[in-house]
């Protein structure tokens, strides 16, 4: 027990001080070399450099593979190569935009590489049933919620600090359902994961000075993905991952297919001098964002705010369901 | 606590009790089917999925009806310059 504590300490603090560092390193590179986005929802467009991907996943990684060294775990390493997978594919779409069909599919592929590790137990708990036993379903479930989670983890990096901020709050309430579980491999990851995006968040949040691009989000949804697979909890993650569902699920159903983000026609808001608001036209999808701003337009940060206040309610849901409403 | 961001904890909240909804009837089918055999077992899985399909569409179609009616009659900030 006491070395599980040390070794998740390590795993904050090496992927905190890597993150921070390759932050340093990174940032001013990426302005040299004319690696800029645009920060649309601000008045007077301003630039702003992109991706910082590789720092987080970077930061994750180095850690994560001290820490499997020291405790000897197989599982660590997968969740290290599956999520650098798809690390990899949204690096790949930064530098060159996959296709609305390609990317989730590629996105299964992660799921394989983690499957493949020999550490996933198709056993998850589920709420009011139990543990169940899905030996035939359960890899199409597993492929299913990497690309689900990648996307709604995208879907989610809308706004500054919208990302992390509600990554945070969404799974921080999971901390005790891991302990309970005894998931110390799932609580390790999850704690490197913060300890990588801390310093992304700090950067990201309003006024943004560094966006994570594609390698970023879709590493950080794997990520998730790959602690709900190893530590059984696949549903509780789900549950507290609604917000991020919601956007994913109502845009894909609004506009009644896969589409990338930049292509889609009619866009859930609109932008004026700072504020947002759900774009009036009856077509335009719907997204989280454009719920929040239905009735009154909003500044960005009020409206992240209020994603954070979601994604907490949506966790603490997620903590009630297992403490109370699973069978153990 | 304005109209949208109510709009947004009912998506959220519904959301939970749909997943919880049809886990409740997968237990049912259990109970009901036994889990002895492939056929039965697949059976569960299907129906169990079907549900889950079934009702995240019917969340949806009820979410984007209220979304619509919470934007057809917006409070401040929906009349700024060029507001429409």
Not at chain 1, 63 to 73: K, N, P, R, Y
Not at chain 1, 252 to 271: C, Q
């Amino acid at each position: 027990m006491l070395t599980w504590i040390s070794l998740t300490a390590l795993a904050m603090v090496l992927s905190l001080v890597a993150s921070e560092l390759f932050h340093r390193t990174l940032i001013p590179r990426l302005v040299s070399r004319g690696y800029i986005s645009e920060d649309v929802h601000k008045p007077g467009r301003p630039k702003v450099p992109e991706p910082a991907g590789p720092a987080v996943y970077l930061s994750f990684a180095i850690s994560m593979m001290v820490v499997s060294h020291l405790a000897g775990s197989v599982a660590l390493e997968g969740v290290v190569a599956s999520t650098g997978l798809a690390f990899l594919i949204g690096l790949l779409d930064d530098l060159s935009p996959l296709g609305p069909k390609t990317k989730p599919l590629l996105l299964i592929l992660p799921a394989l590489l983690l499957a493949v590790s020999g550490e996933i137990v198709p056993r998850p708990y589920l709420p009011i049933l139990g543990r169940a036993r899905l030996y035939y379903t359960y890899w199409i479930v597993l492929a299913t919620m990497f690309t689900v989670f990648s996307n709604g983890v995208n879907m989610m990096d809308a706004l500054n600090g919208m990302m992390p901020s509600s990554v945070f709050a969404s799974t921080l309430p999971l901390v005790p359902v891991l302990i309970a579980l005894g998931s110390y491999t799932g609580l390790i990851s999850l704690i490197a994961l913060y300890g990588s995006l801390i310093p992304y968040y700090i950067r990201n949040r309003y006024p943004a000075k560094v966006f994570g691009g594609d390698s970023n989000s879709l590493f950080v949804g794997a990520a998730l993905a790959s602690v709900a697979a190893i530590s059984n909890t696949e549903a509780f993650f789900a549950i507290s991952l609604l917000p991020f569902m919601v956007s994913g699920f109502s845009i894909l159903a609004s506009i009644g297919g896969l589409l990338e983000r930049r292509d889609i026609r009619v866009r859930p808001v609109i932008v004026e001098g700072g504020v947002i608001r759900a774009n009036p036209d009856k077509k335009a999808p719907i997204s989280l964002i454009a719920i929040l701003t239905s009735y009154e337009g909003k500044v960005e940060p009020r409206i992240v705010k209020e994603v954070v206040a979601i994604s907490l309610i949506s966790g603490l849901l997620s903590c009630f369901t297992f403490f109370l409403l699973t069978p153990r | 606590m304005d109209k949208g961001f109510l709009l947004a904890i009912y998506s959220v909240i519904s959301g939970w009790i749909l997943i919880l909804m049809s886990l409740s009837l997968i237990k049912v089918l259990i109970m009901t089917l036994g889990t002895k055999g492939f056929l039965i077992a697949l059976i569960e899985v299907v129906v169990g999925f079907s549900a889950l399909g079934g009702a995240l569409y019917l969340w949806y179609l009820t979410l984007r009806a209220l979304f619509l009616r919470v934007k057809s009659s917006p409070g401040k900030g929906h009349g700024g310059p060029g507001g429409t």
